[in-house]
Antibody, heavy 118, light 109 residues
Framework: QITLKESGPTLVKPTQTLTLTCTFSGFSLTGTGVAVGWIRQPPGKALEWLALIEGDGNKQYSPSLSDRLTITKDTSKNQVVLEISDVDPVDTGTYYC??????????WGQGTLVFVSS | DIQMTQSPFSLSASVGDRVTITCRASDDISSYLSWYHQRPGKAPRLLIYAVSNLEDGVSPRFSGSGSGSGTDFTLTITDLQPEDFGMYYCQQSYSFPWTFGQGTRVDVK
């Protein structure tokens, strides 16, 4: 059974770097064909794909945020980390990590709500 | 970026109804189209991938189809149940950045 769980701070100040960790089980993030992605959702708004890291180390970022995003993996810990630098209140929302299937994401973590405020 | 446009934005339906949601891609995405359901306060759940393939454990009351153009897709829910209410999103995984539709809210009439 594949499970994922996000963790990170609930509150960060503007201009700080937000670090989110996705801890997963039920699969190994190694080799080709497997990947973990991050998706966020501002309150009351739609889903927005942020980044993806594959088992072979290949990374993809949303172009609109690529200069602020860094995604990494720690295979030994079964974790994927997403860093978002220079955060702003518009970065407030729920952040999800998810296992990538051949097409689409499933399953998803429960999400972690992050507020950006001074 | 490929834009995904869903219609309607929202709809009201009754238990037992048949519901149809459409999703249009701004460019050809072949069969790289997925549908998700999200209940309030919960994470999205994959329903359908590759246009018409039902994810394991998803009720056969859900079905997906495409027009063959690679741009127009439909999610159909038959015999709507109370647990089916909430938000529905389509998503393309044909090219990066992967993009979602703006969502369709299904609520109780």
């Amino acid at each position: 059974q594949i499970t994922l769980k996000e963790s990170g701070p609930t509150l960060v100040k503007p201009t700080q770097t937000l670090t989110l960790t996705c801890t997963f089980s039920g699969f190994s993030l190694t080799g080709t064909g497997v990947a973990v992605g991050w998706i966020r959702q501002p309150p009351g708004k739609a889903l927005e794909w942020l980044a993806l890291i594959e088992g072979d180390g290949n990374k993809q970022y949303s172009p609109s945020l690529s200069d602020r995003l860094t995604i990494t993996k720690d295979t030994s810990k079964n974790q994927v980390v997403l860093e978002i630098s220079d955060v702003d209140p518009v970065d407030t929302g729920t952040y999800y990590c998810a296992h990538r299937l051949i097409m689409g994401f499933g399953p998803w973590g429960q999400g972690t709500l992050v507020f950006v405020s001074s | 970026d490929i834009q995904m446009t869903q219609s309607p934005f929202s709809l009201s339906a009754s238990v037992g109804d048949r519901v149809t949601i459409t999703c249009r891609a701004s460019d050809d995405i072949s069969s790289y189209l997925s549908w998700y359901h999200q209940r309030p306060g919960k994470a999205p759940r994959l329903l359908i991938y590759a246009v018409s393939n039902l994810e394991d454990g998803v009720s056969p009351r859900f079905s997906g189809s495409g027009s063959g153009s690679g741009t127009d897709f439909t999610l159909t829910i038959t015999d709507l149940q109370p647990e089916d209410f909430g938000m529905y999103y389509c998503q393309q995984s044909y090219s990066f950045p992967w993009t979602f539709g703006q969502g369709t809210r299904v609520d109780v009439k």
